[in-house]
């Protein structure tokens, strides 16, 4: 009587067990996966990473958060300045991700995932721009810009998109969005004077771009994930290695 039950017991546990087993092996190989993604970016492996972050992209979609894996390889794109592919990854990445709420102001918080995505994918429209601009096409390049700003305005320190201001933002000190959003409009201002000259000289030929007035990094489009994620939350993953929204998998 007891062997019976007991194997009754076993029976109806084991499907709950297989489960714990399958859920934990996937969690063990997204980690894993994780961890070798992070090394392959910091070296420089942009490829490597990409597939390790694609294929994490494939398992976790059945776990919350799945925009994540979106994201990262998105921004493994960014940094290898691909521009054009990380802008639809970061698009869809934008769209699976939650939107951040406001605080008692209105604002939302610069290091919540949404403005994550949102500061990687508005510079990705800057990286385009830029490629526009410098190949003389103004035109394309401005309205590049305009998306970059407003892709960006969002998680800014006023809200707002500054697209069609015309008055210099001011960044906001630790509003890092700020920062990257002045860049932004001052390119854009010069690419817009830069047109008028172009019209107001008939047929001569286009003037050189001018060097941006605006202080940026050398690359200012190519975000550290690692130190990125550190700053967003204090729950980083192993040794530091919390992609994606500040933690790890």
Same mark, same amino acid.
């Given at each position: 009587?007891?062997?019976?039950?007991?194997?009754?017991?076993?029976?109806?546990?084991?499907?709950?067990?297989?489960?714990?087993?399958?859920?934990?092996?996937?969690?063990?190989?997204?980690?894993?996966?994780?961890?070798?993604?992070?090394?392959?970016?910091?070296?420089?492996?942009?490829?490597?990473?990409?597939?390790?972050?694609?294929?994490?992209?494939?398992?976790?979609?059945?776990?919350?958060?799945?925009?994540?894996?979106?994201?990262?390889?998105?921004?493994?794109?960014?940094?290898?300045?691909?521009?054009?592919?990380?802008?639809?990854?970061?698009?869809?990445?934008?769209?699976?991700?939650?939107?951040?709420?406001?605080?008692?102001?209105?604002?939302?918080?610069?290091?919540?995932?949404?403005?994550?995505?949102?500061?990687?994918?508005?510079?990705?429209?800057?990286?385009?721009?830029?490629?526009?601009?410098?190949?003389?096409?103004?035109?394309?390049?401005?309205?590049?810009?305009? #998306?970059?700003? @407003?892709?960006? =305005?969002?998680?800014? &320190?006023?809200? +707002?998109? $500054?697209?069609?201001?015309? *008055?210099? %933002?001011?960044?906001?000190?630790?509003?890092?969005?700020?920062?990257?959003?002045?860049?932004?409009?001052?390119?854009?201002?010069?690419?817009?004077?830069? #047109?008028?000259? @172009?019209?107001? =000289?008939?047929?001569? &030929?286009?003037? +050189?771009? $001018?060097?941006?007035?605006? *202080?940026? %990094?050398?690359?200012?489009?190519?975000?550290?994930?690692?130190?990125?994620?550190?700053?967003?939350?204090?729950?980083?993953?192993?040794?530091?290695?919390?992609?994606?929204?500040?933690?790890?998998?």
């Amino acid at each position: 009587m007891q062997s019976s039950r007991r194997w009754r017991l076993f029976w109806w546990t084991l499907p709950a067990v297989i489960v714990f087993l399958v859920v934990g092996g996937l969690l063990l190989l997204l980690w894993i996966w994780n961890m070798q993604a992070g090394s392959q970016y910091r070296e420089g492996e942009y490829e490597l990473a990409e597939a390790s972050y694609r294929r994490q992209g494939a398992v976790s979609e059945v776990f919350p958060e799945p925009w994540k894996a979106v994201y990262n390889e998105g921004t493994v794109q960014l940094a290898d300045q691909r521009y054009e592919e990380s802008n639809e990854v970061l698009a869809v990445a934008l769209e699976e991700v939650p939107e951040a709420p406001v605080d008692e102001s209105g604002l939302k918080d610069p290091q919540s995932p949404e403005c994550m995505v949102r500061t990687n994918l508005s510079l990705t429209f800057e990286g385009m721009a830029d490629a526009k601009r410098g190949a003389g096409e103004l035109e394309e390049a401005i309205g590049l810009y305009q #998306q970059a700003l @407003e892709a960006l =305005g969002a998680c800014t &320190s006023d809200g +707002e998109s $500054e697209a069609e201001q015309q *008055e210099r %933002p001011e960044p906001t000190d630790g509003w890092r969005p700020d920062v990257d959003e002045q860049r932004q409009w001052d390119k854009m201002q010069e690419s817009e004077q830069e #047109q008028e000259e @172009e019209s107001s =000289g008939g047929n001569g &030929s286009p003037s +050189e771009p $001018e060097p941006s007035t605006s *202080e940026a %990094p050398a690359d200012p489009r190519v975000q550290e994930l690692e130190s990125r994620n550190q700053s967003a939350s204090p729950t980083a993953g192993p040794e530091g290695e919390g992609f994606g929204g500040g933690q790890n998998w």
